[in-house]
């Protein structure tokens, strides 16, 4: 007898990064504040909770985008404006970065399994988010710009915006050809 997915399995596997074709809609701060107090009951190693996040409102974007490509060498400027402007919002993920090898994992973990929370809580809503890990959060001028402070790594701007059509499904590779069960 085949069992009924839940609706949490539906969204899991209908989940896409949405990578263009954001509507010209505002991402109300209120909705990402929403999905952000749900998305951090994400495990975290001792209650550590490693993250803060950065909201870069739809109003505030193009002067925010301007900042950013200012970062950039002069001949990518023009480039970097274009990529930069699709999106209709941005959140900046930024984590604790501990000098001991697993507290850093563990931190890592963390943030990254509350922004996949924060991933499937905006596809609920048809927010499109795509998690961008682009050589920018290395770069000491972003940094800055930010205000990110030692200790901290910027793991990764999310890209965000409403959107008309799905991206399309993508083919999976079968589980059971990435599993091994351990026999003594």
């Known amino acids: ?8 399995a539906r969204i899991i596997r209908e989940r896409r990064s949405v990578k263009s074709g ?35 409102p739809s109003h505030e974007k193009e002067e925010f985008v301007e900042s950013l490509v200012q970062t950039f060498p002069r001949d990518m400027q023009e480039n970097r404006r274009n990529y930069f402007s699709q ?33 499937l809580l905006a596809w609920e809503r048809e927010l ?14 972003v940094r800055e710009l930010l205000g990110v402070q030692p200790g901290e790594k910027i793991v990764g701007f999310i890209h965000m915006g409403f959107f008309e059509q799905q991206p399309k499904q993508k083919k ?10 351990y026999k003594k």
């Open 128 to 141: 499109g988010v795509c998690w961008k890990t682009n050589p920018q959060i290395h770069e000491p001028k």
């Open 22 to 56: 954001y509507l010209d809609k505002e991402v109300p701060t209120e909705l990402v504040t929403e999905l952000l107090d749900d998305a951090r009951w994400a495990p975290t190693h001792g209650l550590r909770e490693p993250w803060r996040f950065i909201f870069i």
């Open 172 to 181: 999976r590779t079968p589980i059971e050809e990435k599993l091994t069960i």
């Open 1 to 8: 007898m085949e069992q009924t997915k839940t609706e949490l």
């Open 87 to 119: 999106p209709a919002a941005f959140l900046i993920a930024i984590m604790d970065e501990d000098p001991r090898q697993k507290q850093w994992e563990e931190n890592f973990g963390a943030i990254s399994s509350m922004l996949q929370n924060f991933q």
